[in-house]
């Protein structure tokens, strides 16, 4: 699903964020992403989302290389990765329901066509109750989840989160880490970014090790 | 690292295209069957929502097309509308910059309408010298009505002249205690088509007659040779000087001349003021939508990550623009109607006192509609130069 081909990302005032990465994550798979502050998680996830380029190398995706995506086609490639974040990227002034429908604004749905879908994806977070909630007037835990609804929406067969527990203690950590483990089990693929050592040993997927920008582990045993 | 993925095989069989895998499709479609929201499969027969994901919409492709328009551009307005005085402080920025070529517009078709009243009838008035008489003078006319290049000449007794002068002007009271009628005997004269109209006419036509082919040249190669020569107003004023009767000759029609050069650089100004404050306009919405994109960054960035169009990322604001562009116009548009209202009485007793039916006009259905346009047009502009910036810098790097 995702292809990394000796992938390198160099940022012109920092020198090499990922130096020659490769790793293929399969479709379906669910895999953690784990390496020190600085490592260059966020910069490789960045790069499958397209929000950057890679300096050299070969990166695809669902069998697309995204060297060859030209301008007009990011979007829809970004249409079929959806992303969570550590700091969950949600638009204060919006309520809950709007934040969550935005990528299927995105991809042109009608206001009024949105309504069915956007309440399923927060049916699966479980925050149906809070549709109508500012994101400033919920926990932290529920901000997450209400990120992960708007990465599911548009059902994105990729999901990439970076650092999504950052901010959460072990049982909101657990919680959405569960929420992970039935996309996982519907077929999505997922690569997580985390610190969260103990709950990777827990679950028992694939980990990829990051060490200065160079994949060093790639196991669920580090 | 390929031998890893061999050992992750199991992971394929919940794929979602494969749906033909032994144990994950019974599984699968009962988990998504519980959760309807999240399928990410394409074409999984079995899911309800999943079909609709790729709904025959084709055929109303610009139905939805208009519907997201409309939709945009009222909660566009919407939102301008929630912050009432800083849209408010925006768009009489923005029609005052508009009023003014507009304004400069409807002064300058107003002077035109008076000049071209005047162009009709460009006539002279030859004054006699004091001494001659009326019997004199209306020899005289009938003398120079003959000649090809004046249409009529009609005498103005010296009674007559004092008759308008006492209803014209403010002296009637004065000009009682005269004993004496102080006027002269006067011939009105019109010269007869065509003459050399002032102004641009004027330059045209001389330049014409001095360039081109000599006249014989002229008259063999077109099929109706004129009649005579273009009368040149100034040689007949000074030909008539020359009578040993005449005093003076006024040409009304000088003055329209100078008037009509004065139009021509009014035009200039217009234009060369349209220019400027069209510019105004744009840098007033392009730094408006500017705040605006900064305001909403957080928006943007979010729409570009879940895989909005630029096109579509440019939308909300040149829909700003748009309606900056518009209101500002119909703020013009209102400046200019209420200064009309406001002149209407004051210009009628001004023209009341030269004899002139003169209608102050406003700005035309034409001419309101290009303001309009224009206006709009400006704003949406505007918002894409603010706009466009921004947008790029979202492309990765
Ligand atoms: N936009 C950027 N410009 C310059 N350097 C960057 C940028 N993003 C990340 N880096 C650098 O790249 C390296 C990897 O960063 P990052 O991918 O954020 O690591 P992690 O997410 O693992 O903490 C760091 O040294 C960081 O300073
Ligand atoms: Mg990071």
Redesign the pocket.
């Known amino acids: 699903m995702i292809r990394f081909e000796h992938v390198t990302k160099r940022?012109?005032?920092?020198?090499d964020?990922?130096r020659d990465v490769s790793f293929t994550l399969e479709p379906g798979e669910m895999a953690f992403l784990t390496?020190?502050?600085?490592?260059?998680?966020?910069?490789?996830l960045?790069l499958i989302g397209l929000l950057?380029r890679p300096t050299r190398g070969r990166l695809s995706v669902a069998g697309q290389d995204l060297g060859a995506l030209g301008r007009r086609q990011i979007p829809l490639h970004r249409r079929r990765v959806g992303m969570i974040f550590q700091d969950h990227r949600l638009l204060p002034d919006r309520n809950v329901f709007d934040n969550v429908s935005l990528p299927l604004l995105a991809a042109g749905m009608h206001p009024r066509e949105l309504g069915k879908r956007v309440r399923a994806a927060l049916d699966q977070v479980g925050l149906l109750r809070l549709e109508h909630a500012l994101p400033t007037s919920l926990s932290s835990g529920e901000q997450q989840r209400v990120g992960i609804a708007r990465a599911v929406v548009a059902r994105p067969p990729v999901i990439l989160a970076?650092?999504p527990t950052g901010n959460l203690d072990p049982a909101l950590s657990r919680e959405i880490f569960h929420l992970f483990e039935r996309f996982h089990q519907v077929g999505v693929s997922l690569l997580i970014?985390t610190h969260d050592l103990e709950l990777i040993a827990t679950q028992g997927h694939r980990t990829l090790r990051?060490h200065q920008?160079r994949l060093v582990a790639d196991s669920g045993n580090w | 690292m390929a031998g890893r993925s061999n050992t992750r095989r199991p992971a394929l069989r919940r794929q979602p295209s494969s749906p033909s895998g032994p144990k994950a499709g019974p599984k699968a479609s009962q988990k998504s069957g519980r959760q309807p929201g999240h399928n990410p499969a394409r074409g999984r027969p079995q899911s309800r929502v999943g079909t609709r994901r790729e709904p025959p919409w084709l055929g109303r492709l610009p139905g939805r097309w208009l519907g997201n328009h409309l939709q945009a551009g009222a909660d566009t307005l919407r939102r301008l509308l929630r912050a009432p005085l800083s849209t408010g402080l925006t768009v009489a920025a923005i029609a005052i910059a508009l009023a003014l070529p507009a304004a400069l517009r409807v002064v300058l078709t107003n002077l035109e309408q008076i000049s071209a009243n005047w162009d009709q009838d460009a006539a002279m008035t030859l004054f006699l010298r004091p001494g001659v008489d009326e019997q004199r003078g209306a020899e005289l006319a009938t003398q120079l009505q003959a000649r090809a290049d004046l249409d009529t000449a009609i005498l103005i007794s010296r009674q007559q002249a004092l008759a308008e002068f006492r209803a014209y002007s403010d002296f009637g009271a004065a000009l009682d205690h005269l004993t004496d009628n102080p006027l002269p005997v006067s011939l009105l004269l019109y010269p007869a088509a065509p003459y050399l109209v002032p102004g641009q006419a004027l330059g045209q036509e001389s330049e014409q007659a001095a360039n081109t082919a000599p006249p014989a040249t002229r008259d063999l190669s077109s099929d109706q040779p004129p009649v005579h020569a273009p009368v040149d107003l100034e040689r007949l004023a000074s030909e008539l000087e020359a009578l040993p009767e005449a005093d003076f000759v006024r040409v009304d029609a000088l003055w329209l001349q100078r008037f009509a050069a004065i139009l021509a650089l009014l035009r200039n100004a217009a234009l060369l003021l349209a220019a400027v404050l069209g510019l105004a306009v744009l840098l007033v919405v392009g730094n408006t939508i500017r705040l605006e994109i900064e305001h909403r960054r957080a928006e943007v960035e979010i729409m570009s990550l879940v895989g909005a169009t630029p096109a579509l990322i440019r939308r909300p604001f040149l829909y700003i623009g748009a309606w900056y562009g518009l209101l500002g116009g119909l703020g013009a548009w209102l400046l200019i109607a209420a200064s009309v209202l406001l002149l209407h009485a004051p210009v009628e007793r001004l023209t009341g006192l030269y004899d002139t039916r003169f209608d102050l006009h406003g700005l035309g259905l034409a001419e309101s509609l290009i303001l309009l346009a224009a206006a709009t047009g400006l704003g949406i502009v505007g918002g894409w130069i603010a706009v466009g910036r921004h947008v790029r810098q979202l492309e990765p790097r």
């Open positions: 940022y012109a005032e920092r020198g964020a990922l390496g020190h502050s600085g490592a260059g998680k966020s910069t490789l960045r950057e970076d650092e970014a990051l920008g």
